[in-house]
């Protein structure tokens, strides 16, 4: 163990991901990535320093459990943790498989939850600590073809909601982070070729914003924080 603070990002992929994991990174935390491919971020841990991989499906409550306390027995408790993994799919209602909504749910919700439990009793006990999760605008509204996710995404804004609100009188942060834009990712820049690189919001700039409402003085804290391109329509 060493004296830098721990942060856990979960759902570590080549776009946000990796960003998040490389601001904490430059920001002196040591960083532990969770994702269910562990090539992927065994490959990322390698290329920056006091960064380790860890494979985990947090919609798993033991997969959760193990991987924190690896966390916890290996350097330490975290100070804070980032959920940014996502289970997404989109599709009518009405043929949309049930089961893609049970199992986006498990991802946003459930491990969430699982993971929020694990860290929190450390931060309760040292005064301090942040939970941020990262969501988007189907939080807040529910479009056509977005029945299989947006419900999911809704209901994880309320748990965080109540999180916040339970955690916060005893010092720990927990924030939800809405985007509003279309991630720049090389997917969808292949899918909507003819945008402008305005059109999309920047991986690093949602990293920028999640350090900085790690590091918001308590008397101010954010609950709900919206990003947007500066051209978005909304």
Not at 173 to 200: C, G, N, Q, W
Request: glycine fraction near 8%; charged fraction near 20%; aromatic fraction near 8%.
């Amino acid at each position: 163990m060493t004296d830098k603070p721990v942060a856990i990002v979960s759902g570590v992929g080549p776009a946000t991901g990796s960003a998040i994991v490389r601001r904490f990174s430059a920001g002196g935390f040591r960083v532990v990535a969770l994702a269910r491919s562990a090539d992927r971020i065994n490959a990322l841990a390698g290329t920056l320093p006091d960064v380790h991989a860890i494979a985990c499906d947090v919609s798993g409550e033991s997969a959760v459990r193990a991987a924190v306390a690896e966390v916890r027995q290996r350097f330490g408790p975290p100070e804070v943790l980032v959920h940014n993994a996502v289970g997404g799919g989109w599709g009518n209602f009405q043929e949309i498989d049930p089961q893609m909504l049970r199992n986006n749910f498990e991802v946003n919700v459930m491990g969430l939850l699982y993971l929020a439990r694990e860290v929190a009793a450390d931060m309760v006990k040292r005064g301090k600590g942040t939970i941020l999760v990262t969501g988007n605008t189907s939080s807040i509204r529910g479009k056509a073809n977005f029945a299989g996710f947006a419900p999911t995404k809704a209901a994880q804004r309320i748990l965080a909601e109540s999180i916040a609100r339970e955690l916060g009188p005893a010092g720990v942060h927990v924030a939800y982070i809405l985007i509003d834009a279309v991630i720049d990712t090389p997917r969808m820049r292949e899918r909507m070729s003819d945008k402008p690189d305005d059109f999309f919001i920047k991986p690093a700039a949602i990293a920028d914003e999640l350090f900085h409402l790690h590091g918001q003085d308590r008397s101010a804290w954010s609950f709900l924080t919206e990003l947007r391109p500066f051209n978005e329509k909304w």
